[in-house]
């Protein structure tokens, strides 16, 4: 199961786009007349008016699931997971109307909601999109429907608005985190998407606490985009990354690129200090690291190897002793 929130201006819009189709099915409704969209459409906008300064007060669900669940979905259990829906994600005490369409092959319906309540309270549109991923998850575990197997299955091109945008922020960095080594390289291939990042540091520190993503005009936390792309996880790929290249160019080159490696990191330490003041290691702490230390790399290695060598040719002599 998956959900699609939207949040618009217009109840005539959104109803005649909704209802006067004729795939189009009401299957349920409350605090509304059900004769015509007419009537539903004077309805709500008689309730908005309690909140005329509420500009975006038309609340638009799609609700979808696989066509492998289609068996499971009759028209009331449809209607009650909805309601179950709503309760999950805050949609209380408002008029809302269920439609069925069956023009796709995978069952889905649209629910219309007044965001001004029976008692002319605003119903939150805060965290929509973390809301509705936790509410379809849960109802999906719990009867048991087909479970996706994530955001690449998601038709990008029938997105529209925020959800569109999400989706883009989402493919960019992931694509960005498959090569980039740190936050500069980061920051280098998301702008070139348009793209900017912007850190949240905590009270009167330097340490990062969160961060986000802006484009078009839309920012959006990175945990909201996905809960791979918080601060902490995008900083443990970073790092992972870092020490994959590493190991990789390290096996190929041997000790001139340590010794290469730590003059850029110690030229590059404080350009990117602020970003790790959180914990995660830049790339003069990994290049420290022991792991990333050959043998024999310190000062005395090469005697320290010497010594060695020449104890274990002595103890071979030892052992096979003395020459005929």
């Known amino acids: 199961m998956m959900g699609k929130p939207i949040t618009g201006r217009s109840f005539g819009g959104c109803i005649r786009y909704v209802v006067e189709r004729q795939e189009a099915k009401i299957l349920h409704a409350e605090g509304l007349r059900m004769k015509n969209p007419s009537q539903l459409i004077q309805d709500f906008n008689l309730q908005r008016k309690m909140r005329p300064e509420l500009g975006k007060a038309v609340g638009h669900l799609i609700l979808s699931w696989s066509k492998e669940d289609l ?5 009331a259990i449809m209607v009650e997971r909805s309601k179950e829906y709503m309760e999950k994600v805050g949609i209380r005490n408002t008029q809302f109307v269920i439609v069925r369409h069956t023009d ?18 605003t ?46 922020l989402h493919d960019a960095i992931k694509a960005a985190l498959k090569t980039a080594t740190n936050w500069k390289e980061l920051e280098a291939q998301l702008s070139k998407q348009s793209i900017a990042i912007a850190y949240k540091y905590r009270s009167g520190t330097s340490e ?59 030229r590059n330490d404080g ?12 790339l003069l702490d990994i290049l420290l690291s022991p792991e990333f230390i050959p043998a024999g790399s310190g000062p005395m290695g090469d005697a320290e190897e010497a010594h060695r060598r020449r104890k274990k040719r002595k103890g071979q002599q030892q052992t096979q002793g003395p020459r005929l």
Do not use: W
């Open 123 to 168: 119903i939150s549109d805060q965290n929509n999109f973390a809301k509705n991923v936790k509410a379809c998850k849960e109802i999906t575990v719990k009867y048991g429907y087909h479970l996706g197997k994530g955001k690449e299955l998601v038709n990008r091109q029938a997105l529209r608005g925020k959800e569109k945008i999400r989706y883009e």
């Open 104 to 121: 796709k092959a995978h069952p889905h319906l649209h629910l219309i909601y007044n965001r001004v309540d029976n008692n002319g309270r």
């Open 271 to 282: 350009q990117h200090e602020h970003h790790h003041s959180g914990g995660g290691k830049n």
């Open 208 to 266: 990062v606490q969160g961060i986000s993503f802006e484009k078009s005009n839309l920012k959006m936390k990175g945990s909201a985009i996905d809960r791979s792309l918080s601060y902490a996880k995008i900083d443990d790929a970073l790092n992972r990354n870092m020490k994959v290249q590493l190991y990789q160019v390290t096996r190929q080159s041997g000790e001139p690129l340590l010794a290469s490696g730590l003059r850029e990191a110690v």
């Open 71 to 75: 068996a499971k979905l009759s028209d």
